[in-house]
T-cell receptor
């Protein structure tokens, strides 16, 4: 158990819909990262937040957005969903704003768009 | 970020030592080398991190030659449960705003 929690575990929705994925980092960690992993694909970095502020942006689509709240939990919002958005979405956390690369990953949310 | 190159896949047998090499020719002075392990449908798990020479923990060893242009993750006496994807990452842990690039990783398959 990494100490990072993600909800929900599974999500099935239709094209065009909007969903919100939630992540709670490990106690004491200020950075939260979001990743997308499609079937048999590598991990794609989406975005990083540190203590409520956006720190780095990766291959995140304009239809996706994220935020980190004062209690440090984070939410990833996915809108106008397409079939290709079906994937595992991982959240990770680390202590520092720059990161030591020792990121702790949550169990993931499996999103299925039908 | 330094680009990394790893073998796409490797096979081994239980009880053998496995060495996975990662090439990172344009590694920068402040870059560290980090390895993660990922099982199917699970998030990656940090294995080991190093800067130079050799680092060892209870799970693996990391060998880094003097020129630091490559590194080798060594898994002693692998078991079936070591079947996973192994990712090599290179970057400066003190630089803000980095983008974690995992790449395709190396798929290790351990056979009985």
């Amino acid at each position: 158990d990494s100490g990072v929690t993600q909800t929900p575990k599974h999500l099935i929705t239709a094209t065009g819909q909007r969903v919100t994925l939630r992540c709670s980092p490990r106690s004491g960690d200020l950075s939260v990262y979001w990743y997308q992993q499609s079937l048999d694909q590598g991990l794609q970095f989406l975005i990083q937040y540190y203590n409520g502020e956006e720190r780095a942006k990766g291959n995140i689509l304009e239809r996706f957005s994220a935020q980190q709240f004062p209690d440090l939990h984070s939410e990833l919002n996915l809108s106008s969903l397409e079939l290709g958005d079906s994937a595992l979405y991982f959240c990770a956390s680390s202590v520092g704003w720059a990161g030591t690369y020792e990121q702790y990953f949550g169990p993931g949310t499996r999103l299925t768009v039908t | 970020l330094a680009k990394t190159t790893q073998p796409i896949s490797m096979d081994s047998y239980e009880g053998q030592e496995v060495n996975i090499t990662c090439s990172h020719n344009n590694i920068a002075t402040n870059d560290y080398i980090t390895w993660y392990q990922q099982f199917p449908s699970q998030g990656p798990r940090f294995i080991i991190q190093g800067y130079k020479t050799k680092v060892t923990n209870e799970v693996a060893s990391l060998f880094i030659p003097a020129d630091r242009k490559s590194s080798t993750l060594s898994l002693p006496r692998v078991s079936l449960s070591d079947t996973a994807v192994y990712y090599c990452l290179v970057g400066d842990p003190e630089t803000g705003g980095f983008k974690t690039i995992f790449g395709a990783g190396t798929r290790l398959f351990v056979k009985a």
